[in-house]
């Protein structure tokens, strides 16, 4: 057995361990009790959430240095309360409790002998350099500090998130985070729910859905932390039926919160990424074999798919007719219906404010590359006017962000960034698809999925949307 594989079972199996597991719950929630409590009495409410949060870093640092690696997934992913949001502000950064968490589980597992290779390391610590680099000549080049600092610190939170992801695979905790995934993914949809009946607001955004003819509906849009997460489970569902790799009782539990978060987004993203995840299976590496086992099945995907659909549809709008929430329902299939499935339409798309608005982004972008190929503006860079304020020359979310992310990226890091960007974004991918493991291959294309939405849903730039 591998060092990997077995010091956490000795770190469980250790007397102190074990008494820690058995008084962890109950000293976390006396001590956080008494700290909300006294903070509580006091007449700061903000004090309140940072006196709660330094005693549970305390706590958990002392007590359970695991816990840092659910609690990433936790912070990072789950629909909450924007009351509970308890972002720190730092100068020109915002500290997020999940970069916190992150960052000290990279520390934890980093002290253990995991066996990493150069090729696991070195793309990142690559990407890494030209992110400072081009961190430090947006700040040469004039570019405002605060655009510039907020996207260095996604970027970095790219990496931090890559480093968390290798580090907990290598250390086998992986397989503890499919339990707290599943809580996340429950807990967030409850929530969705509650804050469409209540109103109450979470953290991400709840829109008025735009239809045909840029008609505003009843329906809304809730897009939250929780939204890709989400997107990637049915999408690796997809891949592991396609691929015939088993996890069923997994995917029970996962699947349907996570269909009706994706559901409830009104996204076609998710389109893009189950289309793109279905031909990365069947035909990545291209083999007869391959093509041979995973057509049949993408074939029966298809028509489930549509049938299961036609079912729910159709059983959902009979039972709730003539409730108000029979109304609310029929209001949201309707919109999931004219702006997800019919969203793709070329009638659809000729009429769509938000394609437009992505390509007068990237015709701005586009001039802005031409002018700076190699090396960029820097990041932070405001590429075009604001169109709200065009006489203005002040730079703003308008004028610094992007919904193309690539495009984004070589213009503020040239060619340098995109080639960097690549060897770290490629590498690992490669190493995937060529493995011959359909594991691997199946979490590559849920990867790569991701990737290509980044192309008009910048997750790097916008993680919590």
Request: some cysteine; aromatic content about 8%; charged content about 10%.
């Amino acid at each position: 057995m591998t060092t990997a594989e077995s010091e956490p079972a000795a770190l469980r199996s250790s007397p102190v361990h074990r008494i820690l597991d058995d008084v962890a719950v109950p000293i976390v929630t006396v001590v956080l009790a008494a700290c909300a409590t006294f903070a509580a009495a006091s007449s700061s409410p903000s004090l309140m959430k940072y006196t709660v949060a330094a005693v549970a870093i305390l706590v958990v640092t002392i007590v359970h240095p695991r816990w840092y690696v659910p609690l990433t997934i936790v912070f990072a992913f789950a629909s909450l309360p924007e009351a509970l949001h308890s972002a720190k502000n730092l100068g020109l950064f915002t500290v997020e409790p999940y970069e916190v968490t992150a960052l000290a589980s990279i520390i934890l597992l980093a002290r253990r002998r995991l066996g990493l290779k150069p090729i696991e390391v070195i793309p990142a610590v690559l990407f890494l350099g030209m992110i400072a680099a081009s961190a430090i000549h947006g700040a040469v080049n004039g570019n405002v500090p605060y655009w510039n600092a907020r996207g260095t610190q996604f970027l970095v939170d790219t990496v931090i998130g890559y480093l968390f992801a290798l580090l907990v695979v290598k250390s086998d905790m992986w397989k503890m985070l499919r339990r707290v995934s599943i809580v996340v993914l429950w807990g967030s949809a409850v929530m969705i729910v509650v804050s469409a009946a209540t109103g109450l607001v979470l953290q991400g955004r709840a829109d008025e859905v735009v239809t045909d003819n840029n008609a505003v509906s009843s329906g809304i849009r809730f897009i939250t932390s929780t939204q890709m997460p989400a997107s990637s489970i049915v999408c690796l569902a997809l891949a592991f039926f396609i691929l015939r790799l088993p996890s069923h009782r997994f995917f029970l539990a996962a699947l349907p919160p996570a269909l009706f978060i994706t559901f409830m987004a009104l996204s076609r993203n998710t389109l893009i990424a189950l289309a793109v995840t279905l031909a990365v299976c069947i035909i990545a590496p291209p083999t007869l074999t391959r093509l041979r086992r995973t057509l049949p099945r993408a074939a029966i995907v298809s028509a489930l798919t549509v049938t299961i659909l036609t079912v729910v549809v159709s059983a959902t709008v009979f039972l709730t007719s003539g409730t108000s929430a029979g109304g609310w329902i029929q209001a949201q299939i309707a919109d999931f219906q004219k702006r997800v499935l019919g969203g793709v339409t070329s009638q659809y798309l000729s009429q769509d404010t938000s394609l437009q608005a992505r390509l007068v982004e990237n015709s701005a972008l586009y001039r802005s590359i031409s002018e700076a190929p190699l090396i960029g503006h820097g990041t932070g860079f405001a590429y075009r006017f604001d169109p709200d304020f065009p006489s203005s020359n002040a730079a703003s979310h308008n004028t610094t962000y992007a919904h193309d992310f690539y495009l984004w990226w070589f213009s503020n890091a040239g060619l340098i960034g995109i080639v960097l960007l690549a060897i770290f974004v490629v590498t690992p991918l490669v190493r995937a698809l060529w493995s011959r493991s359909d594991l691997a291959i199946a979490v590559a294309a849920v990867a790569i999925s991701q990737l290509v939405i980044s192309v008009v849903a910048p997750l790097p730039e916008d993680p919590g949307n």
